[in-house]
């Protein structure tokens, strides 16, 4: 074959296809929705570190042993036969997740993601450390020979570093012992297991929360991707009203807002098309902050930029940036609903601190319903939340149910694989290994019948009452005796049972003798 020459011109012209991003230096807020979100994290931070050091019930109040195939919960034990509830708890989990995203968007993202806490408590250190945005983002651009730099950011990253090896600690606290793990952490006696999960796990914790933050949110977590399919028009979300907003601008503080001056609320097209033509040509303000929500990139198609506009023809938004500066994902939410918002509320509270200062009603951007922006009939009620919520009331019932209701005893039956019979002088003989399994804390005591079996059939070898300690397994040799001439297949139960009659279990296997 003859060799082909192919010619490969390069255009230097057109943009690369990959964006390095730019790191989101967000800005400190405070409001409503910031005083619940500091409330989540204390909330979750707290269960997640004091949790593996309360004792109950003698025990551990959360420990998941694996080696012993039991989780220990609050003085709830689930073994491996248990696992259907683990499989509903998972099912609870997200139908959960179905229904507030239905309801009211990304609130699992903003307040309950583990990415969201961590990183809500690494900023909190990086601005203790680093002080407000401003002194951030001039302190990264020294160069880290400059003692200022080395201090600072020096330590935060030892900070960072502790608080992340805490966390793999704690983690590793919930699947072995917390208290005897710490006890061999100044010998340094730890399993490779141990120490492979608590680097892993800090390493992990200081990655994501340290660097990646908003990147994790944007590119590696799966529920933006398809959280798209829970959201409808009538999904409480939060939204720039551009009717209200545009065209933005600064302007003095003696203007009233447009409701209350005779300009009122634009129509929703013309509000549009100011909205997205301040997307993609924005102000120097507006690129200053370095917004780089999902619209702004996009610069395939020519808007003409908006022409210049009186006082009295302004909107309440006076082009502050607040909301951009102090978005965890770095976007601007006046370009509308993008998939890297993740319903936190920040924008909100700065929005309104802005219209509280220049005298206007609160609520420019607020939680609404695309409808409800739109200035259309709203219906958060609707069927699908019905039904999410049906569900999720149902399993969690179920659950509590199964929960509290299910026996305090597992039976389980295994035959002789040695023989499937043996004839002897006192008729036929069958082997069995019985399991009890006492799932409680306190000592049970239990018989062993024979509810069906061959006739004549008995039970040999063992105990009149059989002792099962607590949160034990006992496997018991079992016999059964069937009368010489039984012949075929028969049915076999056991049935083991308190001496109360409270607790009673069956499990059913075969009795076989010769053909």
């Known amino acids: 074959m003859a060799n082909k020459k192919i010619d490969i011109a390069l255009d230097t012209g057109t943009p690369g296809m990959y964006v390095s991003e730019s790191k989101v230096y967000p800005r400190e807020v405070s409001g409503r929705f910031n005083t619940l979100r500091t409330a989540a994290v204390f909330w979750l931070l707290g269960m997640f570190?004091?949790?593996?050091?309360?004792?109950?019930?003698?025990?551990?109040s959360v420990l998941f042993d694996l080696p012993a195939r039991k989780f220990h919960i609050f003085g709830l034990t689930f073994w491996p036969q248990d696992f259907i509830f683990l499989a509903m708890a998972l099912m609870i989990a997200a139908f959960a997740l179905f229904f507030f995203t239905a309801l009211a968007g990304r609130l699992w993202c903003g307040y309950a993601c583990p990415q969201t806490v961590w990183t809500e408590?690494?900023?909190?250190?990086?601005?203790?450390?680093?002080?407000?945005?401003?002194?951030?983002?001039?302190?990264?651009?020294?160069?880290?020979?400059?003692p200022e730099r080395l201090r600072r950011s020096g330590s935060k990253h030892v900070l960072w570093l502790v608080f992340a090896l805490w966390t793999g600690f704690t983690f590793v606290g919930f699947f072995s012992p917390i208290r005897d793990l710490a006890a061999r952490l100044v010998p340094f006696q730890w399993g490779g297991w141990e120490t492979f999960w608590v680097l892993f796990y800090s390493l992990a914790t200081w990655g994501n929360a340290g660097f990646l933050r908003e990147q994790v949110c944007k590119y590696m977590c799966p529920y933006a991707r398809f959280q798209s399919a829970m959201f409808d028009r009538n999904t409480l979300l939060i939204a720039y009203d551009p009717r209200r907003g545009e065209p933005r601008g600064s302007r003095r503080r003696g203007l009233a807002s447009v409701l209350e001056r005779a300009r009122g609320l634009l129509p929703l097209a013309v509000a549009e098309d100011y909205a997205v033509r301040a997307a993609f040509n924005p102000t120097a303000a507006v690129t200053r902050t370095g917004a780089h929500g999902t619209i702004t990139f996009d610069r395939s198609a020519n808007h003409e930029p908006l022409p210049k506009f009186e006082p009295e023809q302004l909107g309440d938004c006076i082009d502050c940036t607040l909301c951009v500066q102090v978005c965890p994902t770095g976007i601007d939410i006046r370009n509308g609903l993008q998939y890297e918002c993740i319903?936190?509320?920040?924008?909100?509270?700065?929005?309104?601190?802005?219209?509280?200062?220049?005298?206007?009603?609160?609520?420019?951007?607020?939680?609404?319903?695309?409808?409800?922006?739109?200035?259309?009939?709203?219906?958060?009620?609707?069927?699908?939340?019905?039904?999410?919520?049906?569900?999720?009331?149902?399993l969690i019932a179920a659950w509590t149910w199964g929960v509290t209701t299910r026996s305090p005893l597992i039976v389980e039956v295994l035959r002789d694989r040695n023989a499937l019979y043996r004839e002897t002088a006192q008729g036929v003989e069958n082997s069995y290994s019985l399991k009890l399994v006492n799932k409680t804390d306190a000592e049970a005591r239990y018989r062993?019948?024979?509810?069906?079996?061959?006739?004549?059939?008995?039970?040999?070898?063992?105990?009149?009452?059989?002792v099962l300690e607590p949160q034990k397994v006992l496997t018991l040799p079992v016999t059964v005796t069937a009368p010489a001439g039984t012949r075929g297949r028969a049915p076999l139960k056991f049935t083991v049972e308190s001496g109360d009659g409270r607790v009673r279990k069956s499990v059913d296997s075969s009795f076989f003798g010769p053909i």
């Open 49 to 60: 570190y004091v949790f593996p050091w309360i004792n109950w019930d003698g025990r551990q």
């Open 448 to 466: 062993i019948v024979l509810e069906t079996a061959p006739a004549g059939a008995s039970l040999s070898r063992i105990p009149a009452e059989i």
């Open 343 to 394: 319903a936190c509320g920040a924008c909100i509270d700065a929005c309104d601190a802005v219209m509280d200062k220049m005298g206007y009603p609160k609520g420019l951007i607020r939680y609404d319903t695309q409808n409800g922006i739109d200035g259309k009939p709203t219906r958060v009620l609707r069927p699908r939340i019905f039904v999410y919520g049906a569900l999720l009331v149902a």
């Open 121 to 146: 408590t690494f900023l909190w250190i990086e601005r203790w450390t680093e002080g407000d945005r401003a002194k951030r983002m001039k302190l990264d651009q020294l160069p880290w020979s400059n």
